[in-house]
């Protein structure tokens, strides 16, 4: 039974390209979450989804970024016209109860030059 | 009211010495209370996690203690070895509400020296 799988693990991007970061969860899990690490600093929420439903986007940006989880396949996070300051490292985790028993995948790391 | 507030930011131990992180709430709603450890370069891995109607919860060497008067929790990690070290992070979550949004604190790096 596979973790949560991220990929890919690194990506640059020149500033004004587009990001696009793959989540698959846990083989059951239907709840999917993605946070943002800046360098040492905590985990911060961006997004709360569900097959076909994004349920709480109270920590995305207004601009930019965007999220979805498709009925098949993997959960994506976009971001158009990355800028220096996205430059992170974006986890995605997954549960199979609201809220419990997370379990992370091994995060993307984005960088912008 | 959301925040979470973990201290030290840093923590040095001998091995065999006890580790003891501090976190603070203020959302009295919040109801979940979970550790992550965290290694460079990987993802947060859940370590131990607490509800309000127990006062301690103790797995192996790791042990969460609660005070809901105070709104504090804190992990102790006894008897501390070198393959301790790596950044661990408190977290509060309300588990009645309808997502599954945890807040984390800032993160404490652990190192405990040989």
């Known amino acids: 039974n596979a973790g949560v799988m991220q990929n890919p693990r690194h990506l640059v991007r020149r500033r004004g390209q587009e990001a696009r970061l793959r989540c698959s969860p846990m083989?059951?899990?239907?709840?999917v979450y993605w946070y943002r690490q800046l360098p040492e600093e905590g985990l911060k929420f961006m997004v709360y989804?569900?097959?076909?439903?994004?349920?709480?986007e109270s920590g995305m940006p207004k601009e930019r970024f965007s999220a979805e989880f498709p009925k098949e396949g993997p959960s994506i996070l976009r971001i158009q016209q990355v800028v220096r300051g996205d430059s992170a490292a974006y986890f995605c985790?997954?549960?199979?109860?609201?809220?419990?028993?997370?379990?992370f995948g091994s995060g993307t790391r984005l960088t912008v030059v | 009211q959301q925040q979470v507030k973990q201290s030290p930011q840093s923590l040095i131990v001998q091995k065999g010495g006890i580790s003891i992180i501090n976190c603070a709430y203020e959302?009295?709603?919040?109801?979940?209370f979970p550790w992550y450890q965290q290694f460079p370069g990987k993802g947060p891995a859940l370590l131990i996690a607490?509800?309000?109607?127990?006062s301690e919860k103790k797995e192996g060497r790791f042990t969460i203690s609660f005070n809901k008067s105070a709104k504090q929790f804190s992990l102790h990690i006894m008897d501390s070895q070198p393959g301790d070290s790596a950044t661990y992070f408190c977290?509060?979550?309300?588990?009645?509400?309808?997502?599954?949004?945890?807040?984390f604190g800032q993160g404490t790096t652990l190192q405990v020296k040989p």
């Open positions: 989804l569900q097959k076909e439903n994004i349920i709480d």
């Open positions: 607490i509800r309000p109607d127990v």
């Open positions: 083989k059951g899990h239907s709840h």
């Open positions: 959302n009295t709603a919040f109801d979940y």
């Open positions: 985790a997954s549960s199979s109860q609201i809220g419990d028993g997370y379990t």
């Open positions: 977290a509060a979550n309300k588990g009645s509400s309808n997502t599954g949004k945890l807040i």
